[in-house]
């Protein structure tokens, strides 16, 4: 079976959704929606797609869409998921991250999702690769025996200057449009902690360094049950850099290249008393995955990888994150 994917919104990441519905069986691409006529001009050519929508409604009414995944900026997410959901003319909401920019508006998206039978899941790409999938697998097999802490980066900068990173050149740097190094960046290293401990933490504390309008940079440190930590150093004025450590009181897990890593060969480094062991893992497209999953859901009825529970408690992380670095002081969950 193939199901039938709708885009809203056009921009960048639309087009990773786009290659993805190109490279799996299971998914096409039959209709876009954006406010903007020229971006659907420009993507609808581009993925050879006839039905362009300037009326999410009229699409939602006329296309018989099974998915459709929210490709607008974060600010919207919450607005745009719940009319989706209302519609009652969709089976599945694929959300790009993050999912909302507060847990009460995540809780009202997950709400309208089951009010109307919709499988509402956030699109955490990294999820959904080998890799993450075989680390997870180890951890829970005890091959670093008891799980102590995580520490991840995700840093992007090659050189630029701050006066470089403006809030009209990128959504990412615009706080009114949900921008802000923890909605873009930290989001990752907070879901992945959060799925390796399997729980969520007790205490957040957080620290900020500021661009010209949204948060630049931040600092981060997760408190977990029995005192185990997770912590964070992500930024876009920070050299580029990628990578999570996974330590146990047995070994260590290191994951190089660990989010954006599309159509790149990784591996694992399982580090021991023994010595060290590398698995490798084939290149792959980690949206195609996505998708390939959201599409075993519908069919067999599945449990989704990313439950939108699991999102709203990740939003009320952020919240902490972004009031302890306001504030300056932790805060408790």
Request: glycine letters at 8%; charged letters at 20%.
């Amino acid at each position: 079976m193939s199901y039938r994917v709708g885009l809203v919104g056009t921009g960048g990441i639309a087009r990773a959704h786009g290659s993805a519905c190109q490279q799996i069986e299971e998914a096409d691409l039959v209709a876009i929606y954006d406010v903007s006529k020229e971006q659907l001009a420009s993507y609808g050519e581009e993925f050879a797609v006839e039905a362009r929508y300037t009326d999410l409604d009229e699409m939602l009414a006329k296309e018989n869409l099974d998915i459709v995944v929210i490709c607008t900026w974060g600010c919207f997410h919450a607005e745009v998921g719940i009319q989706i959901c209302n519609s009652g003319n969709v089976k599945a909401v694929l959300c790009e991250k993050p999912f909302t920019q507060t847990a009460s508006e995540a809780e009202s998206f997950v709400a309208a999702g089951k009010a109307n039978g919709v499988l509402v899941a956030e699109a955490f790409k990294f999820r959904h690769h080998p890799m993450h999938l075989k680390a997870q697998e180890m951890i829970e097999a005890g091959a670093i025996g008891d799980l102590l802490n995580v520490r991840s980066t995700f840093c992007t900068n090659s050189g630029r200057p701050v006066s470089d990173r403006t809030p009209e050149s990128n959504w990412r740097f615009n706080k009114a449009k949900g921008g802000g190094s923890i909605y873009d960046l930290a989001c990752y290293n907070i879901h992945h902690a959060r799925a390796v401990f399997g729980e969520d933490p007790v205490r957040v504390f957080a620290s900020q360094e500021l661009g010209i309008e949204a948060d630049d940079a931040a600092s981060i440190m997760l408190a977990f049950s029995s005192g185990r930590t997770a912590q964070i150093s992500v930024g876009f004025n920070s050299f580029n850099s990628q990578y999570a450590e996974i330590s146990g009181h047995e070994g260590l897990l290191r994951l190089d290249s660990v989010w954006n890593n599309e159509n790149r060969a990784v591996n694992i480094e399982h580090k021991t008393q023994d010595g060290v062991q590398v698995i490798e893992f084939d290149a792959c497209f980690q949206f195609a995955e996505q998708l390939r999953h959201m599409c075993e859901c519908l069919e067999t009825g599945r449990v989704h990888r990313i439950s939108g529970a699991h999102s709203i408690a990740q939003m009320r992380v952020l919240d902490a994150v972004k009031l302890s670095m306001e504030s300056g002081v932790a805060v408790e969950l």
